[in-house]
């Protein structure tokens, strides 16, 4: 069974940075291709984030591009998605994902494992 454990999320001013962290355990993580999704209040998950496991291609989200990126750690068998220049339209709560497939990685169903989530909110 995989496990997937999301940190680093918390309360930062309009431009500010964070890092996001996501520890995958229970199968063998390279395999996988990961995602970042977000999820504000009264509204619908939405993608960030995905790297492929077979070759690290990217993908992101439009309004994120240019200020987050998303890269793994096989040795670590962990996930980070690096954000700058946040904005309050990117507060959510922040869920990493892990996907068999390597296509359409921009739809939650594709994903079979999910972590817990962690906050970001982004102060004006």
């Known amino acids: 069974q995989v496990q997937l454990e999301e940190s680093g999320g918390g309360l930062v001013q309009a431009g500010g940075s964070l890092r996001l962290s996501c520890v995958v355990s229970?199968?063998?993580?390279?395999?996988?291709?990961m995602g970042w999704f977000r999820q504000a209040p009264g509204k619908e998950r939405e993608f960030v984030a995905a790297?492929?496991?077979?070759?690290?291609?990217?993908y992101y989200l439009d309004s994120v591009k240019g200020r987050f990126t998303i890269s793994r750690d096989n040795a670590k068998n962990t996930v980070y998605l690096q954000m700058n220049s946040l904005k309050p339209e990117d507060t959510a709560v922040y869920y990493c994902?892990?996907?068999?497939?390597?296509?359409?990685?921009?739809?939650?169903?594709?994903?079979?494992?999910w972590g817990q989530g962690t906050q970001v909110t982004v102060s004006s």
């Open positions: 790297i492929r496991w077979n070759d690290d291609s990217t």
């Open positions: 994902a892990a996907s068999s497939y390597t296509t359409v990685l921009d739809f939650p169903r594709r994903y079979g494992y």
């Open positions: 229970g199968r063998p993580f390279p395999n996988y291709a």
